[in-house]
């Protein structure tokens, strides 16, 4: 059975990282031809996990269907299958793929670490609230052994994705106290930067809301509802993090000015240090929250308490 290295990776970085595992457990002799037909098995895959990191994913899943065929009882050329398809689309038959080894897998590796990719792909499919409750299965409990990292900020994700601020701030202050040096966390407070994978660029995405306001934080309400009582509220901030540690806060807030954002630190009334970019007119808003997008950072509205 070989080691799964994807467990020293960002699980923020979504489904492309996970390509990573296959070239560095599977290390050996590169291929020496691009013929499928005179490769071998293993040939086939390493050259599959290669064509994948050039974003080649047409020849990346030729080859590995290819190979799986030649093996059909490898289940880690499932799932690498299965992350290939996903990046293209066919995220159908990559959750046929991982269900199958999730029920047919002996390794509760295997089985997690397809359960992983599988809830992604309902996210992909723009399926949130059903990406969440296999994430909260996935990080059920706190045994070090069986959740990992990527578990908890799979749950952060799809929290974001639904728009559970609690959940997300939660899931934020669990990976800090289980995993503060883990590469998950880093990406939580943007120390790292997202590498953004075709689905994100070419909009498989889009559905997937903006990150949810900080919890007590009053929600924007949904523009697309009739909400005639109230009167449009006028956003005073972005938030792009919320931290229990002022030092974590600070780290943010000085890779901000970096990129040439004004930042501040605030204390909520929970006793968490939020980082926001104030804005120096309302309309600077959507302005300002795609600059930060464009530096890897996902910020939000804030609202003036009184509004």
Do not use: C
């Amino acid at each position: 059975m070989r080691r799964d290295a994807r467990r020293r990776l960002p699980a923020g970085v979504p489904l492309i990282a996970l390509l990573v595992v296959g070239v560095v457990a599977r290390l050996g002799a590169q291929a020496s031809g691009s013929d499928i037909s005179n490769a071998t098995t293993e040939q086939l895959v390493q050259m599959g996990l290669e064509s994948a990191l050039r974003n080649d994913f047409a020849s990346a899943a030729a080859m590995l269907e290819e190979a799986l065929e030649r093996s059909p009882r490898d289940r880690d050329i499932a799932i690498e299958l299965a992350t290939v398809l996903s990046e293209i689309g066919r995220t159908s038959q990559a959750r046929s793929f991982l269900t199958a080894v999730i029920r047919d897998s002996d390794t509760i590796h295997q089985q997690r670490r397809a359960a992983r990719i599988r809830a992604r792909t309902f996210l992909l499919d723009g399926a949130p609230e059903v990406a969440l409750a296999h994430a909260r299965a996935l990080a059920s409990g706190d045994n070090r052994a069986v959740v990992t990292a990527q578990d908890i900020f799979l749950l952060y994700e799809a929290s974001v994705a639904v728009g559970d601020s609690d959940a997300a701030e939660a899931a934020t202050t669990r990976m800090e106290r289980l995993y503060p040096r883990s590469p998950e966390y880093q990406l939580l407070v943007s120390r790292a930067r997202y590498l953004p994978t075709p689905s994100r660029i070419f909009g498989s995405m889009s559905s997937i809301p903006e990150p949810p306001e900080e919890s007590g934080q009053e929600r924007e309400p949904d523009s697309s509802e009739p909400n005639s009582d109230e009167p449009a509220r006028t956003p005073r901030a972005v938030q792009t993090g919320s931290f229990r540690d002022r030092e974590n806060a600070e780290y943010m807030a000085q890779d901000l000015e970096r990129f040439g954002f004004e930042a501040r630190i605030e204390t909520t009334a929970a006793g968490l240090f939020r980082v926001v970019v104030p804005l120096a007119s309302p309309e600077d808003s959507q302005e300002t929250v795609i600059r930060l997008k464009d530096r890897g950072l996902q910020g939000f509205l804030l609202f003036d308490a009184g509004e």
